[in-house]
């Protein structure tokens, strides 16, 4: 009898083993005959799923993503509101092996996306999605008046995406500084800036509400980023570009 081939599991298994080499070797490195090999298969099953290097790398994030978001959809269920939101991005955070190798390829991608217009929309339309995501919560939790007056829910999801490629660079590239205790505080710091000061805000998500403080939730949100990414001190595009070749090439090179 013919032998039965499950396509879908050996595409899979090909993205897989590119995970691995771009883990390992830096995605400079991840030529098709690298992934080939890895993943035991001949350039011609490469080609039968995969149009070129370009089509496999994309797939390769975008099947990252859908496996973070399943993981997501599996913690918050149940939950709404804030509560919900605090799950959904302590999964996107590296936190333990497994999410510190995701974001070891993620920042694998930013260097590869300057060069590369395709896989930028790519990162851009990725990007837009899981923003859209993080503002239905926020808005959830806006409804149920867990949120203080005022708060801008596409502000509030862009801090919060900032937090995570962030930490994310940080933890790839100085990992002690960076620990799950520490990202775990910063994630509160800044979910507690956009929380009622109410104290029956509070308990709708399980957590005290927070009073006024000095130097009121804008400054403490603008601690959390100011200290979880460096981008955010850059004042042009140009210095964003600069600075991303610069972590790029340090993390490709380190020993």
């Known amino acids: 009898m013919p032998k039965i081939v499950d396509w879908d599991a050996r595409r899979d298994e090909i993205l897989s083993a590119t995970w691995r080499v771009i883990a390992r070797d830096g995605i400079a490195r991840a030529t098709i005959r690298a992934i080939a090999r890895e993943a035991n298969c001949s350039r011609g099953i490469q080609a039968h799923y995969f149009d070129d290097k370009a089509d496999i790398l994309g797939s390769a994030l975008v099947m990252s993503h859908r496996r973070v978001v399943a993981r997501m959809q599996a913690r918050a269920a149940g939950l709404t509101g804030l509560d919900a939101l605090r799950v959904i991005m302590l999964e996107a ?47 959830e939790a806006d409804s149920r008046g867990e949120l203080r007056d005022g708060v801008d829910l596409a502000l509030a999801s862009h801090q919060l995406l900032v937090l995570i490629d962030g930490l994310s660079a940080e933890r790839v590239l100085y990992p002690d500084r960076v620990t799950p205790a520490r990202q775990r505080q910063m994630l509160d710091e800044l979910l507690d800036s956009l929380r009622a000061r109410s104290d029956t805000a509070g308990m709708l998500s399980g957590r005290p509400g927070r009073l006024a403080g000095a130097g009121g939730p804008e400054g403490r949100a603008a601690v959390v980023l100011a200290s979880s990414c460096k981008l955010c001190r850059t004042d042009s595009a140009g210095y964003v570009r600069l600075y991303v070749n610069f972590r790029f090439r340090h993390f490709r090179h380190k020993p």
Not at 94 to 109: M, T, V, W, Y
Not at 114 to 124: D, I, M
């Open 93 to 139: 955070l590296p936190l333990d092996e497994q999410r510190d190798l995701e974001a070891q390829i993620e920042i694998s991608f930013w260097g590869r996306a300057l060069g590369n217009p395709g896989l930028r929309r790519l990162q851009h339309a990725e990007f837009d999605r899981f923003a859209s995501r993080l503002r239905a919560h926020l808005a």
